[in-house]
């Protein structure tokens, strides 16, 4: 029987600034709303503050669309599809999705946000650190706000990712009535992301949230690269 999952925003972390160390920042806010971290918790940080604290923030005049595009071909090493002023991209981490991952939402003006340049490593900083600063063994996930083809709407996703299986591989296991399974693979990390961008919001100023209840068998070494299809997967190249 699957366990019940709870979802636990992390608030009064604040603003962040090159240099903070989030580690501290959300392992004290935990403990200060009586919800401290325990082992095998997911702690799912966004990918705003991520880049704020390793200081990937740059000026971009918010008005100034050839700027904003310049600086989106910047971040990109291919250019999927342009609309006006968007523009779907690939990333150089082979993500595709709206104007390479940079963001103006949340960020003082007359500034842009980047994506990390290695998610996964940001991710195990911040576990690694938490196991320094609290003494608990969990798993983290950077997050952000994807859109996706064919569908309407915006959900998180995962970018980064320690200690959790991005993908869970159900191939070769029976379903429900016995029969087995030949294609399934569950974006479990992604699952995960999205959940928590329940509690957190877009304007609630919660930039992390802790989720209890997952499958022990679902923490291992994992990377966001298992996210990724490869080329020759990928009917829509």
């Known amino acids: 029987m699957p366990t019940a999952l709870t979802v636990i925003p992390i608030a009064g972390i604040g603003e962040i600034r090159t240099g903070d160390e989030l580690a501290v920042l959300i392992a004290d806010a935990a403990r200060a709303q009586d919800t401290p971290l325990e ?3 997911c ?3 966004t990918q705003k503050v991520v880049s704020k ?3 990937r923030i740059v000026p971009l005049p918010h008005d100034d669309l050839d700027a904003r595009r310049q600086l989106v071909e910047s971040e990109s090493v291919r250019i999927v599809r342009r609309r006006a002023d968007l523009i779907i991209s690939e990333t150089r981490h082979g993500f595709v999705c709206a104007n390479a991952g940079v963001d103006l939402s949340n960020v003082a003006d007359g500034w842009a946000a980047l994506l990390p340049v290695e998610p996964d490593r940001s991710a195990k900083h911040v576990r690694d650190a938490l196991r320094a ?3 608990v063994e969990v798993a983290v996930i950077v997050s952000d706000t994807f859109g996706r083809a064919w569908r309407r709407g915006l959900t998180d ?3 980064g990712v320690s200690g959790i299986a991005a993908v869970v591989d159900l191939r070769e296991t029976p379903d429900a009535l016995g029969r087995i399974l030949h294609v399934t693979e569950v974006a479990i990390a992604d699952e995960i992301a999205g959940a928590s961008e329940l509690v957190m919001g877009k304007a609630l100023g919660v930039p ?3 989720v209890r209840g997952l499958d022990p068998s679902w923490f291992r070494e994992s990377s966001y690269r298992e996210l990724i299809r490869p ?3 990928d009917l829509f190249r």
């Open 231 to 233: 080329p020759a997967e």
């Open 208 to 210: 992390a949230a802790i």
């Open 39 to 41: 082992d095998r918790d």
């Open 53 to 55: 604290a390793e200081g």
């Open 133 to 135: 600063r609290a003494g």
């Open 157 to 159: 996703v995962a970018i």
């Open 43 to 45: 702690v799912v940080v």
